[in-house]
């Protein structure tokens, strides 16, 4: 990957958001998922390289990526406990907050832990 | 996805490594990372769904993964900083941090910064 490297900024940002309370049908729905995600990624201003989501059968959960140019959105999701695991990595140019906005107003969970964690070499080390 | 949980245990443990101070060359390998990341998987008792690995152009990066039945391992490259992000995300049964003994073996980082960030649910909630 390349990186314009800004004053103070990392590599990558990643952010990591549990979300809880998720209506079950949905995180069994891997098409529904997969496009949740693209969508997340162009609202990031990421762009796509590869997509591969698997559904691990009737009444169990999914399990997701797509792959960016400017890194990874990942989902895996529980619908036994209403539960996803998202993963925005994003770096360069991209606004991973935008993606993270999407995916909540899609799935609306009723709670969300996140957190967001530099990656990476900063411009200034 | 399903879980079996066990007592104090999050659904999930993700391992964020940041590895600093790698071989240039071996960042811009495409073939090589996938087979590492995928021996990695092995090692850790995970099974394999899908792996896609993209090679950014000669003496670029690469960004990859491999989706797992339980969640993922990624990798993100920028050789002209001799840095890697790597992500190890896995439920279950199985074992991270021999993932994480894999892929730091075959880079060998001359320094690296990880974390290891408990996802989910956990059985006592």
Do not use: N
Request: net charge negative.
């Amino acid at each position: 990957m390349s990186a314009d490297l800004v004053a103070d900024a990392a590599i990558g940002q990643h952010v990591l958001a549990d979300l809880y309370g998720i209506e079950p049908e949905l995180l069994r729905d891997a098409p529904t998922l997969a496009a949740v995600l693209q969508t997340a990624a162009e609202a990031a201003g990421a762009h796509l390289l590869a997509s591969h989501f698997h559904s691990f059968g009737t009444g169990d959960g999914v399990t997701g990526v797509v792959l960016l140019a400017e890194s990874h959105i990942s989902i895996h999701t529980w619908p036994e406990f209403g539960f996803a695991a998202a993963d925005i990595f994003m770096c360069g140019d991209s606004h991973p907050e935008r993606a993270l906005s999407v995916v909540v107003a899609a799935l609306k969970p009723l709670r969300r832990e996140g957190r967001t964690v530099a990656r990476g070499p900063r411009a200034d080390r």
